[in-house]
C-alpha cells in the first residue's frame, strides 16, 4: 500500500520518489536513509537564519514549558506582545498596528478583508481590487483571485472574483504599466496588492525599485490602498529587511510570514496603518474586524518570532544577507548556457530550454528528479530555476548547486 499522505503540488502519479527528512541543521537536511541534502531553497522560502536556528529552538522550548496556547479573541500573552513590540520598533513606524494569523495566504487574505472593511466603514464601499500581472499571494480562493490565473487555478476559476491586472512592469514597458495603474484608480477600487521588486511563485521576475514608488505614488494621489505582500520578500530576501524600503515605499497594508519565524514554525502578520484600524475602531460591534483562526498568535510560534525579532536586533544578518549576494552573484555570472540569469539579494534565478514554457512544461519535473538525484533540493518553476538559500549557507553547498545548475543547463538546453 503506498503512503496515505496527499501531499501539495505533487503529481503522485508519477510514481517520483519522496524522501523522508528526519534531521536539519543550517543548510542541510537529513533524510531516513542517510543522505544529506543541501536546502537550495529555505523549504519553500521560510528558512532564513538557518535549520534549527539555536536561539529560536531555545525560544520555542521555553515557551512550551509556560503556555502552549490561548484563544486571542479578547485574551493576549507575553509572546505576542513581545512580537507586536518588535514589529513597531523593527518596521516603518507608520505601521502601528498588528494582526496575527498562521500563513502568507491568511495575511494576504487579512489584508483584502481589512481594506475592504476600512471603505465600507468609512461609509464609501469599495470592492475592486487592483493586482499585478504574473503575482502568487497563496492558495486560498480569495488569494488565488488575486492571484494570476493558469495551471495552479484553472478548476477554481469559476469561484475566483474579479481583478483589474495592471501588465507587469517588464523592462522598457514600465510605463506601461503606470498609466494602466492610473487609468485603474480613477475608477476608485479598493486597493492594489502587489509583490514588491520581484514577483516568486509568477517566475522570480524583478521589476525596478523606481517602478514600485511610482506605483505606491499614484496610489496615495488617488486614496487608493496600497498593500504590499512581503510573505516572500521579507525578512532579508532581497537584500533589505524589507523590499519596499529599496523604493522608500511605506505600504498602508503590510503582509509577513515565512521568516517571521525564522521559518521555524508558522504565523503571519498583517500590519496596517491607523487609520485602517481607526476605521474598525468603535463602540459599534458591527464594526469590529471579522476575522480569526483557531490558532491565532500561537503563543509557540510567538516565542519563536520574538526569538528571530531579537536576531535582527542584536545579530548582523543585513551583513549575512549582503555576504550571500555577494557569493552568489558571482556563481551566477560564471554559469554557462542559462538565459535571462537574474539577481535580488539572497534570490537568484535562471531559465533552461525553450522560452515561454509555464508552470507544467514537460521539464520542471525532469529538473526536479535531475537536482534531487544530486541531493538538492531545489524546485524549479516550469524552466525557471531560482535559488533562495538559507543565509548561512556556506560555499562548498554553494558550489554544489551552481554546478549542478551548470550540468543541468548543459543536459536541458
Ligand atoms: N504571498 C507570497 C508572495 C508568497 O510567495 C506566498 C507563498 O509562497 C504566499 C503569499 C502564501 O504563503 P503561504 O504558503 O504561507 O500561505
Redesign the pocket.
Known amino acids: 500500500m503506498t503512503s496515505p499522505i496527499w501531499h501539495p503540488f505533487t503529481q503522485h502519479g508519477l510514481g517520483e520518489p519522496i524522501p523522508t527528512v528526519v534531521r536539519s541543521e543550517g543548510a542541510a537536511l537529513y533524510t531516513r536513509d542517510g543522505r544529506r541534502i543541501v536546502d537550495a531553497i529555505s523549504s519553500w522560502?521560510v528558512t532564513t537564519h538557518g535549520h534549527r536556528e539555536p536561539r529560536i529552538m531555545a525560544a520555542i522550548a521555553a515557551q512550551a514549558e509556560r503556555l502552549d496556547q490561548i484563544i486571542f479573541a479578547g485574551w493576549s500573552h507575553e509572546p505576542a506582545e513581545a512580537v507586536a513590540a518588535g514589529l513597531l520598533r523593527l518596521m516603518p513606524p507608520a505601521l502601528t498596528r498588528v494582526f496575527f494569523s498562521d500563513?502568507?495566504?491568511t495575511a494576504?487574505e487579512v489584508a483584502l478583508k481589512m481594506a475592504l472593511g476600512y471603505w465600507l466603514n468609512r461609509g464609501e464601499p469599495r470592492h475592486r481590487i487592483l493586482v499585478l500581472e504574473h503575482g502568487?499571494?497563496?492558495d486560498t480562493i480569495g488569494?488565488m483571485s488575486v492571484g494570476a490565473r493558469g495551471a495552479f487555478n484553472r478548476a477554481y476559476e469559476p469561484l475566483l472574483f474579479d481583478v483589474a491586472t495592471i501588465p507587469f512592469p517588464a523592462a522598457g514597458a514600465e510605463q506601461a504599466t503606470l498609466d494602466a495603474l492610473e487609468a485603474a484608480c480613477r475608477a476608485a477600487p479598493a486597493a492594489l496588492i502587489v509583490?514588491p521588486l520581484i514577483v516568486?511563485?509568477g517566475g522570480m521576475l524583478t521589476y525596478p525599485s523606481h517602478v514600485l514608488a511610482e506605483m505606491a505614488a499614484i496610489c496615495a494621489r488617488h486614496a487608493v490602498l496600497f498593500i504590499a505582500?512581503e510573505?516572500?520578500t521579507g525578512w532579508g530576501r532581497t537584500g533589505t529587511l524589507l523590499a519596499c524600503e529599496q523604493a522608500g515605499v511605506v505600504p498602508d497594508i503590510l503582509c509577513l510570514?515565512?521568516g517571521l519565524t525564522g521559518g521555524a514554525v508558522p504565523l503571519a502578520v498583517t500590519m496596517a496603518r491607523e487609520p485602517i484600524y481607526q476605521a474598525h475602531y468603535s463602540d459599534d460591534r458591527a464594526r469590529m474586524f471579522f476575522h480569526s483562526s483557531s490558532y491565532t498568535a500561537n503563543p509557540i510560534a510567538c516565542a519563536a518570532a520574538a526569538a528571530n525579532i531579537a536576531i535582527w536586533e542584536e545579530e548582523p544578518v543585513l551583513a549575512r544577507v549582503a555576504d550571500l549576494a555577494t557569493r552568489q552573484a558571482a556563481r551566477l555570472a560564471a554559469l554557462p548556457g542559462v538565459r535571462h540569469p537574474r539577481a535580488l539579494g539572497t534570490i537568484a534565478a535562471v531559465d533552461l530550454g525553450r522560452d515561454g514554457a509555464d508552470y507544467l512544461s514537460a521539464l520542471g519535473p525532469k529538473l526536479l528528479a535531475f537536482f534531487r538525484d544530486r541531493d538538492l533540493l531545489l524546485r524549479p518553476l516550469g524552466n525557471t530555476i531560482y535559488v533562495m538559500p538559507p543565509y548561512c549557507i556556506d560555499d562548498a553547498e554553494l558550489d554544489a548547486i551552481y554546478a549542478a545548475i551548470g550540468e543541468a543547463a548543459e543536459r536541458f538546453a
Open positions: 522560502w500563513s502568507g495566504s494576504v502568487y499571494h497563496g488569494t509583490e516568486g511563485a505582500d510573505v516572500m510570514s515565512k
